[in-house]
């Protein structure tokens, strides 16, 4: 299977779905990362910090966009690495982004045409009216850009039309164990990624400049990924939700279900303590 994910800023990728990423990884699927801004403005916290201290470090207050630009892009690929993303394709437009922009709608199509995935994963668009959310301005293009590889002809843009089989999103802060306990959309779609927690605090720990690093990966993985691994009866889950309605032969039950212990399910959730096994590196 071939992924692709679509994301906003270069660590959106690893927080959102860095766990099922590795995991594809280990079953030997293609991964390419699609970031469309730089990010060199979110969470700069290596440069606005430095700029509150009396005592400051030269290169840092002196760094201009390129070299920004640059870190980041080296945490990024440092974290791929972790994770197993095979390929990383950055847009660079800048993070100030607030509103769809036709040609970006055409550089994200043209990329998907470019890159056939089956699966595209990107975050869940939230309320429009929050304009100043950049995710949701990048989610909004992505599935414009979905769309038009879908609709490219031969005859008009010299390839032919890209189908994606299923589009998966993330961050979306609504999880529930059933479809009864609260009306609408939610998180209905779990991957465990217990087996693989290590790495995705491994790549958050890349994110030095952006203060991800230490004590946020861990509490970040403890808490929103501990919440999805309640919702999914493990240690820890990436939660997602799904665009297309899927289509069986049969009625399925997972294999988790088959396993899952109503009276234990708790305790076994319980079990990994996350800081322990993958202390804060005092070095
Ligand atoms: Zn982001």
Known sequence: MKILTIYAHPADTITNCGGTLARHADAGDEITALLVTHGGR???????????????????????????VDHKKHELERAAEYIG????????HDDTLAAVNEDIVEEIAEQIAREQPDVIVCDYPKNPVMATDPHTVI???????????GSYLQN?????????????????????????????VRNDYFVDITPVVGRKVAAMDCFDSQGYSGLFARKLIESANGEFGRSAGVNFAEGFVRLNSETHALLTVTEAARAADPLTRHVTYSQLDLRAAFPVRTD
């Open 156 to 184: 008009l843009d010299g390839r032919a039309e890209t189908t994606i089989k299923q589009v998966f999103f993330t961050a979306l802060q609504a999880t529930a164990n059933d479809a009864l306990t609260h009306y609408g």
């Open 85 to 92: 993303i095979q390929k990383l394709v950055t847009l660079d």
């Open 139 to 149: 989610s909004t293009m992505a599935l414009a850009a979905i769309a038009r590889a």
């Open 42 to 68: 979110i969470h700069a916290n290596r440069y606005a910090e430095e700029w509150r201290k009396a005592d400051r470090a030269q290169e840092i207050v002196d760094a201009g966009l390129t070299e920004i």
